[in-house]
């Protein structure tokens, strides 16, 4: 997680209040005379009260690249056959809710997509029928996979 610079700064900085002091020297008296006061107070938001207060809200580009084919497999040899030890073609180690596998020729290794209905997924593996425009689903359980089916599902790419 990476820490905006923002939220660091506010742990501390709470307040600052600045003060003028003038010395003046009267006829070889010493007088301490505050000629002026300027009190500047700055108010530090966290990012989220920051964002709140003026209105900002974090915009996601997202394009839509069409209608896939979807369908679901989990690591077992019915879905996986001799390739079912749970590891990607990439050399990840498959994770239900992140790995989907694709045809590398439409979205390379690594492609962060977001799948109607599904949610944000990336490209981690690929697969003998899946080719064009067609995705397969990664889940932990075959029943899961199962009752996923096949659907086609609006894909969005994050631009
Ligand atoms: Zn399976």
Not at 54 to 68: A, D, K, L, P
Request: aromatic share 8%; net charge negative; glycine share 8%.
């Amino acid at each position: 997680m990476k820490i905006h610079p923002f939220r660091i700064i506010s742990l501390w900085l709470l307040t600052i209040l600045i003060t003028i002091q003038v010395t003046l020297i009267v006829e070889g008296d010493k007088v301490d005379e505050v000629i002026e006061v300027v009190e500047v107070e700055y108010i530090v938001l966290t990012q989220e009260e920051y964002e709140e207060e003026y209105n900002i809200q974090e915009v996601i580009e997202m394009e839509s690249i069409g209608e896939f084919n979807v369908s679901a497999y989990c690591p077992c040899e019915l879905c996986c056959g001799p390739y079912a030890d749970g590891i990607t073609s990439s050399g990840e180690r498959a994770t239900e809710g992140i790995t989907i596998a694709a045809d590398p020729n439409v979205l390379p290794e690594g492609t962060k997509v977001y799948i109607e209905g599904i949610g944000t997924r990336i490209v981690q593996d690929t697969g003998g029928a899946i080719k064009g425009n067609k995705l397969d689903v990664f889940f932990s359980q075959h029943s899961d996979a199962l009752a996923f089916g096949r659907q086609n599902l609006e894909v969005f790419i994050y631009e």
